[in-house]
């Protein structure tokens, strides 16, 4: 009752301050004399499967299963900084499949985005995710895409121009107005094939001043023994 009295003389104290106009020029919030904390700034993940059934977990605490039907699944609550992401193939046989499992750093208002099938074993797996970090360059209307790959002189197809890695990494300049189909290839290997940047050029604006660092993990191919 006591609480219940006290709340409503603030409530009354703040609507009578609305009725004067200094009260435009105060730095007060009715949130702030209630106790309530306000929102703090958020990130997000999106996770597909690119085949069976994940069980999702960011700093070990379960979130959620994610199919290749209902991809993606949207994790909208994550606090910057940096998270530990585990991604496992649920088996009913215990230890039957390699599991992602990386310490990613999230930046306010943007996604990480993990797309997987995860195999047997690294090796054996393939998918990509990508994570953004402040930019040091002052780019308009430009990100620069920096690719980290599994494996060495790798092939990099953006829409359909070319580039052979010298080694395990590259960085290149791609303009926000669209979005683009990367392929990822080495002979020995399957190909890996997926669309980058946000469908929506609203979406795409928020990455001004940003890097866009893709992590390519290409899959073995199986030798066929006869």
């Known amino acids: 009752m006591r609480r219940l009295l006290t709340y409503t003389l603030i409530l009354l104290f703040g609507t009578l301050l609305a009725l004067w106009s200094p009260w435009l020029r105060w730095n007060i919030s009715i949130a702030d004399l209630l106790g309530a904390e306000k929102p703090e700034s958020i990130a997000g993940l999106q996770v597909f499967s690119l085949a069976g059934e994940l069980n999702i977990y960011v700093d070990d605490e ?17 606090t910057p900084g940096e998270r530990r992401i ?16 990386r310490l990613i750093s999230f930046e306010e208002g ?15 797996s393939t998918g ?9 360059e002052d780019e308009k209307n430009r990100a ?36 683009y189909s990367v ?28 890097d866009l660092n893709v992590e390519v993990n ?7 023994v006869e």
Do not use: C
């Open 62 to 78: 379960f979130q959620g299963t994610v199919t290749t039907d209902n991809s993606p699944y949207f994790i909208n609550n994550i």
């Open 86 to 101: 585990r991604v496992e193939r649920k088996s009913d046989t215990n230890g039957a499949y390699w599991n992602f499992n």
């Open 110 to 124: 943007n996604d990480v985005v993990i797309s997987y099938n995860i195999g047997p074993s690294e090796e054996f």
């Open 128 to 136: 990509n995710f990508i994570y953004t970090t402040k930019s040091s």
């Open 144 to 179: 620069k895409l920096n690719f980290k790959l599994n494996v060495e002189d790798s092939i990099i197809s953006i829409d359909n121009i070319t580039k052979v890695v010298d080694g395990y990494t590259v960085s290149e300049y791609v303009n926000l107005d669209k979005q």
């Open 183 to 210: 392929k990822v290839s080495k002979s020995g290997y399957e190909d890996l094939e997926f669309t980058l940047l946000p469908s929506e050029s609203e979406l795409r604006s928020e990455l001004e001043g940003h």
């Open 218 to 224: 290409l899959m073995l191919q199986p030798v066929l």
